[in-house]
């Protein structure tokens, strides 16, 4: 097992989960957001993205139903899944400010002034 660095997407994630955390740091580096701390929650919101696409794959390929071996129709358990990873998706997203609510409630400190800071230091 090679050695992760805090950057480099984990070994276990299949290729759609990399390249979304390959997006995603790409985001956090140039927000300057990148804590260790959250990395677990970047692997969480990426194995659950695969699954999301996983099952929405399924769904297009085999419907909503399926014809189960009674020969009767059953759900197709990718729905399920389906909606499961997006709950997850949306936590995560919101926790790592992915989300244009939870990136104004929480914007990223700069060392540049505006107006407002122009005032409070007066």
């Known amino acids: 097992m090679t050695k992760q660095t805090a950057y480099n997407a984990p070994d276990f994630l299949d290729d759609i989960a990399k390249a979304q955390w ?15 701390e959250d990395l677990t929650n970047l692997e969480i919101y990426c194995v659950n993205y695969s699954l999301f696409r996983q099952a ?31 709950k997850v998706m949306i936590k995560m997203s919101s926790l790592l400010g992915f989300d244009p609510v939870s990136r104004r409630r929480n914007p990223i400190e700069t060392e540049e002034t505006d107006v407002i800071d122009e005032i409070l230091s007066l």
């Open 22 to 36: 390959n997006a995603r740091i790409a985001q956090l580096a140039e927000r300057n957001d990148i804590k260790p």
């Open 56 to 86: 929405s794959e399924d769904i297009t390929k085999n419907g909503f139903s399926f014809k189960n071996s009674q020969g009767s129709r059953s759900r197709n358990p990718a729905l399920s899944a389906k909606s499961d990873a997006e």
